[in-house]
């Protein structure tokens, strides 16, 4: 057994003796889910996220793909594809940093601390930057509610071009 691979049976044993639930998506050990919990003092407090992990080959001199698999909203989240804009993760990883450092330290300081002038997200950015106040009950916003948000816009797009056609 190469040394990578060595490497990456253990930091995935470690990531799951740090009581993370696993679910691998293939017996090679290269991809699966972890379910993520939002930090505390954090607006985020309180969901619950599934995260894509992908070791590429080279793990861990190569970085891991980490995306969201459940929509989030953050300035540095793509909310369609779930992926991740970190610096550490995407420009600055080292050998050193390991499974649980990604779910410990880098994923709750995404959180804690985002980056709108580095936005994935410019909706979610513009907001976080113009009204921070609606920005947070925007992203504590159950899925439910935000269905029931859509679904309350989209009744008053349709009353509106009704009546539109009513009155013209």
């Not at 995935?12 to 993520?36: C, P, R, T």
């Not at 309180?46 to 995306?67: N, T």
């Amino acid at each position: 057994m190469s040394s990578p691979s060595k490497r990456r049976e253990m930091d995935l044993m470690k990531l799951m003796m740090s009581d993370y639930k696993v679910e691998m998506i293939n017996d090679g050990m290269q991809e699966f889910y972890v379910e993520f919990h939002g930090p505390k003092d954090s607006p985020y407090h309180g969901g619950v996220w599934r995260i894509r992990v992908e070791l590429p080959d080279a793990y861990p001199y190569k970085s891991p793909s980490i995306g969201f698999v459940n929509k989030i909203y953050h300035p540095n989240v793509d909310e369609m594809s779930g992926s991740v804009c970190l610096d550490v993760i995407n420009q600055t990883w080292s050998p050193m940093f390991d499974l649980v450092n990604v779910f410990e330290v880098f994923l709750p300081q995404l959180l804690l601390y985002p980056n709108p002038s580095d936005p994935l997200n410019g909706e979610a950015a513009a907001l976080m930057m113009r009204d921070r106040n609606t920005y947070e009950q925007r992203v504590k916003a159950k899925p439910s509610d935000k269905l029931l948000m859509e679904l309350i816009s989209m009744e008053l797009k349709y009353l509106s071009l009704a009546s539109e056609r009513l009155f013209t």
